[in-house]
């Protein structure tokens, strides 16, 4: 059974996607805000998203972006907005089909059939192989220079990240909002320490010799620029 991430923040309308995904024989989960989709789309992996853009905080083009940084899973968009022009921007975006509502059931129910007979079987960039680093999602874990390193939530979330914006700056502000799904900067301290424990998982594989691939920027956050 697939598992299907449905992004809405009207209750009744999450409530009846998700009766009539369940009764087609979908496993469904519901987000209503994009923190909440982030979130879900880290734990629960789906197989597609159904995505509405007018969501409370993080916004659905935010949640698109965010998420093409993580996955190709197969993105729905489901939205109110019925111009030509927003079509175009979403499947600009990164959207793979584009449904306005009001909306038919069955041609929602066909439109989530053919992106998922199209999509491939492995949609998550999981064996991500570089510079001496595997990640291997479905064990939450990384292969560092050979050896498979056991990590948290926490810090599997981080590493991806980082690793995903290879050579790229990601703040502490950004880092709290996808890993902790705290965009407010609550408990900055927190990045901080997770990047400590972190390296020290990484300094006690082989290959300890090799230059730390995290790398502190100061007043702005942290890079993964790969072993030298």
Same mark, same amino acid.
């Given at each position: 059974?697939?598992?299907?991430?449905?992004?809405?923040?009207?209750?009744?309308?999450?409530?009846?996607?998700?009766?009539?995904?369940?009764?087609?024989?979908? &496993?469904?989960?519901? /987000?209503?805000?994009?923190?909440?989709?982030? $979130? +879900?789309?880290?734990? *629960?992996?789906?197989? #597609?998203? !159904?995505?509405?853009?007018?969501?409370?905080?993080?916004?659905?083009?935010?949640?698109?972006?965010?998420?093409?940084?993580?996955?190709?899973?197969?993105?729905?968009?489901?939205?109110?907005?019925?111009?030509?022009?927003?079509?175009?921007?979403?499947?600009?975006?990164?959207?793979?089909?584009?449904?306005?509502?009001?909306?038919?059931?069955?041609?929602?129910?066909?439109?989530?059939?053919?992106?998922?007979?199209?999509?491939?079987?492995?949609?998550?960039?999981?064996?991500?192989?570089?510079?001496?680093?595997?990640?291997?999602? &479905?064990?939450?874990? /990384?292969?560092?220079?050979?050896?498979?390193? $056991? +990590?948290?939530?926490? *810090?599997?979330?981080? #590493?991806? !990240?980082?690793?995903?914006?290879?050579?790229?700056?990601?703040?502490?502000?950004?880092?709290?909002?996808?890993?902790?799904?705290?965009?407010?900067?609550?408990?900055?301290?927190?990045?901080?320490?997770?990047?400590?424990?972190?390296?020290?998982?990484?300094?006690?594989?082989?290959?300890?010799?090799?230059?730390?691939?995290?790398?502190?920027?100061?007043?702005?956050?942290?890079?993964?620029?790969?072993?030298?």
């Amino acid at each position: 059974m697939s598992c299907l991430l449905v992004v809405e923040d009207d209750p009744d309308l999450g409530i009846a996607l998700r009766a009539v995904l369940g009764q087609a024989g979908y &496993e469904t989960v519901l /987000a209503d805000d994009g923190h909440a989709a982030l $979130r +879900l789309l880290f734990a *629960e992996r789906p197989a #597609l998203m !159904v995505l509405d853009l007018m969501l409370p905080g993080l916004d659905g083009w935010e949640v698109l972006d965010r998420t093409r940084d993580m996955t190709d899973l197969p993105v729905l968009i489901l939205s109110g907005r019925t111009s030509p022009a927003e079509r175009v921007r979403g499947l600009r975006a990164g959207a793979d089909d584009y449904l306005t509502k009001p909306f038919d059931s069955q041609e929602l129910l066909a439109r989530v059939e053919a992106l998922l007979r199209r999509s491939r079987p492995e949609q998550w960039r999981g064996d991500y192989v570089e510079s001496g680093l595997r990640m291997v999602p &479905e064990r939450r874990s /990384a292969v560092w220079q050979g050896r498979e390193i $056991r +990590l948290s939530d926490i *810090e599997y979330r981080l #590493l991806q !990240v980082l690793v995903r914006n290879r050579g790229r700056v990601v703040t502490t502000e950004q880092l709290l909002d996808l890993v902790w799904d705290s965009p407010d900067g609550a408990g900055r301290e927190r990045v901080k320490f997770a990047v400590l424990r972190l390296r020290r998982r990484l300094a006690v594989a082989p290959g300890a010799g090799v230059d730390d691939p995290l790398e502190s920027v100061r007043g702005l956050g942290y890079r993964y620029r790969g072993p030298h």
